[in-house]
């Protein structure tokens, strides 16, 4: 969610968690809520959302990822929910935005 909300894996040093609670609470407020076509999949599974500049994106939670022939955590896609219901978001990469994994 920090990432979605705009917040680089370095800015987010600088930050406390009163701070990060913050853009969490400021993408929600911003972005989600307001958006049309924002969905909530299978018991958070998947968010999506239309951004302010009109660019479609996905979070996807627990997903296997072909390119990295790995399960990641969270992974951010460039698409809309379609490609995730027929489940085959995962096999274009180009639209693959960022990519967090576990030590697990």
Sequence with gaps: MLTASGLS????????????????????????EPADDFAIE????????????????ILVFNLNIPVVRNNVDICLFKS???FYKYGNIADEPKNIDF???SDD
């Design 9 to 32: 894996d370095k800015a987010l040093n600088y930050f406390t968690e009163k701070d990060k609670n913050k853009a969490i609470l400021s993408l929600i407020k911003n972005f989600l």
């Design 42 to 57: 299978e018991n958070l599974k998947a968010l999506s959302w239309i951004n302010s500049k009109g660019k479609r994106r």
């Design 80 to 82: 809309d929910a379609c």
């Design 99 to 101: 990519i967090c994994c």
